[in-house]
């Protein structure tokens, strides 16, 4: 299809354990952003990728989280160590990455990996 | 960031109109006013945007206060595919992205 892919769409992992998420923009988006959603919550910023690079990634929350991009397309969301606490959905979007004329600037988001630590 | 405040949640019926409110008191010139939804077991999607006129497309119309501090999304006939949770976000037009920063919303109830 044309939107964002996310692979896995469910990942159940122990506690300590290493993780890896894959986000597949569409195609053309110099944009890519990285959030995470809690049961009730909104959608919380992790990491946002303009072409290869991190241009701010204030939203992770401690060094065992880690986002790539090495290609300016596919990104990879990797967690270390994980922790109960890591429980959640993780969505990526990805948007052309620049405003001009009519463009909104809208992200476009995948139907994120729902990740589960025992 | 300027924050937004939606009321937690609304409830309508269907085929009735429904008015979604947002407040944004400390909203600069620079803001613009961005509506998005998310339906369940989904990732958000866009619903539309405006600076200070009303604006209007195929799935919502948004209403700009004259001063801004407040605007309202408004879905004219809702469905039952409606129902959803939805947030009002500001972006400034200086941010180099479009980095979202989502508060709790509204979640939208429609009864059949």
């Known amino acids: 299809g044309a939107g964002v892919s996310q692979t896995p769409s469910n990942k159940v992992t122990e506690k300590g354990k290493y993780v890896e998420l894959r986000c597949d923009p569409i195609s053309g988006h110099t944009a890519l952003y990285w959030y995470r959603q809690s049961l009730g919550q909104g959608p919380e910023f992790l990491i946002y990728f303009q072409g290869t690079g991190a241009a701010d990634d204030s939203g992770l929350p401690n060094d065992r989280f880690f986002a790539v991009r090495p290609e300016g397309s596919v990104s990879t969301l990797k967690i270390q160590r994980t922790e109960r606490g890591d429980s959640a959905v993780y969505l990526c979007?990805?948007?052309?990455?620049?405003?001009?004329?009519?463009?909104?600037?809208?992200?476009?988001f995948g139907e994120g990996s729902r990740l589960t630590v025992l | 960031d300027a924050k937004t405040t939606q009321p937690n949640s609304m409830e309508s019926n269907e085929e009735e109109p429904v008015h979604l409110p947002c407040n944004h008191s400390?909203?600069?010139?620079?803001?613009?006013i961005h509506w998005y939804r998310q339906l369940p077991s989904q990732g958000p999607e866009y619903v539309i945007h405006?600076?200070?006129s009303n604006v209007n497309n195929r799935m919502a119309s948004l209403a700009i206060a004259e001063d801004r501090k407040s605007s309202t999304l408004i879905l004219h006939r809702a469905t039952l595919r409606d129902a959803a949770v939805y947030y009002c976000i500001l972006i400034s037009v200086k941010a180099a992205g479009n980095k979202l920063t989502f508060g709790g919303g509204t979640r939208v109830l429609v009864k059949p």
């Open positions: 405006g600076l200070t």
């Open positions: 400390t909203i600069s010139g620079t803001d613009y």
């Open positions: 979007a990805s948007s052309l990455g620049v405003r001009t004329g009519r463009n909104t600037g809208e992200l476009f």
